[in-house]
């Protein structure tokens, strides 16, 4: 048996954070970030038999870390993770080594609410960033001349709910902890000034289909979006069904390219309507799709993604096949559409029944009793669709309103001509 009596007492607990979560938003939260990615120490296989020759404090801490085991389920890649993943890292790649001036090519990444892009993505950037460190360390070591600007190859920030330019560039200056100047025109050479100094490759606007066109304000935040383009940096644009958001105009999939296609620019009301060109022509656009059950391939997919899901889990009468076997797959399928985000909210909360009821097992009659609640929506904003549609079947019923009886009030006199 796991001598939990080394892991439990000592003065460190490994299941607890030592602090707040890094923000990413912060160079130096996204450096605490990268360096402590996949670093959680999942709780030790315990069978029922020695979980229960435990003393009592050492089962309530083995429990809590079964528990945080649970709510920090490794991200598995999939195969639409994989296909986004090895686009970012060739446009990453090749924008980082060209001599030649020009705009950068940039990369929208496209999705439902709670399908792990903004993950994803991040990950993706941090495989480049080990790579870039490793290149150019000794060469960036020492800051440009005249400046104490350190090497930040990477840069993520997120759009507001409602954006305007000098939002934007005080998010990005954010990420540096460089001031903000009070002037739009300070603050947008501030901007460029710092993504320079910083020597960054790659900058990461994420929720940016929070911006509405038919506002002025997102208007001018789109054509600052596009004026970074024009500095060294690889663009990477996050976002809820970017090709039907308005920033590229109503585009369709053609199956046999396996691409987007925007149609020609109508000359109509707009100011200037080839502005749009702008975007379009410099932009790939990527979706990262939720899983499908509808062909072999998909339920194959989605049958080994449970796989890896049901490996992590640490519930003491869990049995090979618990999430892939029997009518499971097709019911955890029903209860999120593919969607991981919420395939994992559903599996940590139902594990966290299963715990508590002591059942210590997965099955449909269980997990019917669990109810897929979002508690992470407060920065989400609905109008973008970046809260996703939790099947019907999945929302916890609204409670009935008990009807009081009025038989017995008073309505006070009645004239006999109403009787």
Not at 139 to 161: H, I, N, Q, S, W
Not at 304 to 317: K, M, N, P, S, T
């Amino acid at each position: 048996m796991t001598d939990l009596a080394t892991l439990y007492d000592g003065k460190v607990i490994p299941f607890l954070r030592p602090g707040p979560r890094p923000d990413r938003t912060r160079s130096d939260g996204w450096q605490l970030w990268r360096a402590t990615l996949d670093g959680f120490t999942a709780a030790p296989r315990l069978s029922e038999r020695e979980h229960a020759r435990l003393g009592a404090r050492h089962q309530t801490l083995y429990d809590l870390h079964r528990t945080a085991t649970h709510a920090n389920l490794r991200l598995l890649e999939t195969p639409m993770s994989a296909r986004v993943s090895e686009l970012m890292q060739r446009r990453l790649q090749n924008n980082a080594v060209k001599w030649n001036p020009g705009t950068m090519d940039g990369l929208m990444v496209s999705g439902g609410g709670k399908q792990g892009k903004t993950e994803t993505v991040c990950r993706a950037l941090a495989v480049f960033e080990e790579l870039w460190r490793s290149l150019c360390g000794e060469m960036y070591a020492k800051p440009p001349p005249g400046t104490r600007d350190e090497f930040v190859p990477v840069a993520y920030c997120r759009l507001p709910v409602r954006s305007r330019p000098k939002a934007l560039c005080q998010s990005i200056l954010d990420v540096f902890g460089d001031p903000h100047p009070k002037t739009l025109h300070d603050l947008v050479r501030a901007t460029r000034d710092s993504l320079r100094g910083h020597r960054t490759s790659a900058l990461v606007i994420d929720d940016v289909t929070r911006l509405r066109l038919h506002r002025e304000d997102d208007q001018d935040t789109l054509d600052l979006i596009r004026e970074v383009m024009d500095l060294d940096v690889t663009l990477v644009l996050v976002g809820v069904d970017i090709p039907h958001s308005g920033l590229l105009r109503d585009a369709y999939y053609d199956s046999r390219t396996g691409q987007w296609i925007f149609p020609e620019t109508k000359h109509g009301k707009s100011f200037n309507p080839q502005a749009s060109t702008q975007t379009e022509r410099r932009f790939d656009v990527v979706e990262l799709d939720p899983f499908e059950y509808s062909t072999p391939s998909g339920i194959a997919a989605f049958l080994e993604h449970l796989a890896g899901i049901e490996d992590q889990l640490r519930l003491l009468r869990q049995i090979d096949g618990m999430l892939t076997s029997g009518e499971m797959p097709e019911y955890l399928f029903r209860r999120t559409r593919g969607v991981v985000g919420l395939l994992n909210r559903l599996i940590e909360d139902a594990c966290s029944v299963a715990i508590s009821t002591g059942v210590e097992q997965l099955t449909p009659d269980l997990m019917a009793r669990v109810s897929i609640r979002l508690s992470d929506l407060d920065d989400l904003d609905p109008e973008s669709g970046e809260v996703p549609d939790i099947p019907a079947d999945s929302v916890p019923p609204k409670p009935r309103r008990r009807v009081r009886n009025t038989v017995f009030d008073d309505h006070g006199h009645r004239d006999a001509a109403g009787v």
